[in-house]
């Protein structure tokens, strides 16, 4: 099946700094781009539906300045955390689909953030 | 009306049993409902989907159940493995499937030997 591929599998920040993860569809064009949340032992929460060369769609209650999504190319979307705190920690999922939705959509593997 | 409610929590089931997840929803605008395997720290895999136009569909070890009248479908796992033990998610979506998804709460399977 087609690759999703986030980058980086986890990673540690100090609270106040930013924090980039990336999300790339290695063998197809990903016209739409989802960003969830996860929580241990929790089920996956949509942060925002991003297509690119537009805005993103965010859903109620999630900071649109607190998450900077970027989708610039077709392979390639990026969430930037602005100044983490400790409860910004979490388990962030993406999924690539070449349509609007859920179908064909492919998931990465997850980033694992951890804000000290 | 967007929610998907998913049973049971947690579930154990000797290898070789059968194991049953199931869910429900209220949107009757839903019309692709897929469901995913996810392994700790790993993001979701779709495992198998189903359309309301038919009311089973099986792949393998796993057929999903759809009831339209009552709003329910399942999930059954046959023969069940030790390797099946993982958190599944039930999902949703409508406009066939080219809308976001709306995920359940989640099993937690454990298949024991």
């Known amino acids: 099946g087609a690759v999703v591929s986030q980058h980086p599998s986890w990673v540690i920040c100090k609270s106040g700094t930013s924090v980039k993860i990336e999300c790339r569809s290695l063998?197809?064009?990903?016209?739409?781009m989802f960003w969830y949340r996860q929580f241990p032992k929790q089920s996956l929460m949509l942060m925002a539906t991003?297509?690119?060369?537009?805005?993103?769609?965010?859903e109620q209650g999630v900071e649109k300045d607190k998450f900077l999504i970027n989708h610039a190319s077709l392979t390639l979307s990026t969430l930037t955390v602005t100044s983490a705190h400790p409860e910004d920690s979490s388990f962030y999922i993406c999924?690539?689909?070449?349509?609007?939705?859920?179908?064909?959509?492919?998931f990465g593997q997850g980033t694992r953030l951890t804000v000290v | 009306q967007q929610q998907v409610k998913q049973s049971p929590q947690s579930l154990i089931v000797q290898k070789g049993g059968i194991s049953i997840i199931n869910c429900a929803y209220e949107?009757?605008?839903?019309?692709?409902f897929p469901w995913y395997q996810q392994f700790p720290g790993k993001g979701p895999a779709l495992l198998i989907a189903?359309?309301?136009?038919?009311s089973e569909k099986k792949e393998g070890r796993f057929t999903i159940s759809f009831n339209k009248s009552a709003k329910q479908f399942s999930l059954h796992i046959m023969d069940s493995q030790p390797g099946d033990s993982a958190t599944y998610f039930c999902?949703?979506?409508?406009?066939?499937?080219?809308?976001?998804?709306?995920f359940g709460t989640g099993t937690r399977l454990t298949i024991i030997p």
């Open positions: 999924s690539a689909t070449t349509g609007g939705g859920a179908l064909g959509a492919f």
């Open positions: 063998d197809f064009q990903a016209t739409t």
């Open positions: 991003s297509n690119e060369g537009s805005k993103a769609t965010y």
């Open positions: 949107n009757t605008a839903f019309d692709y």
């Open positions: 189903i359309r309301p136009d038919v």
């Open positions: 999902a949703a979506s409508g406009n066939f499937g080219n809308e976001k998804l709306t």
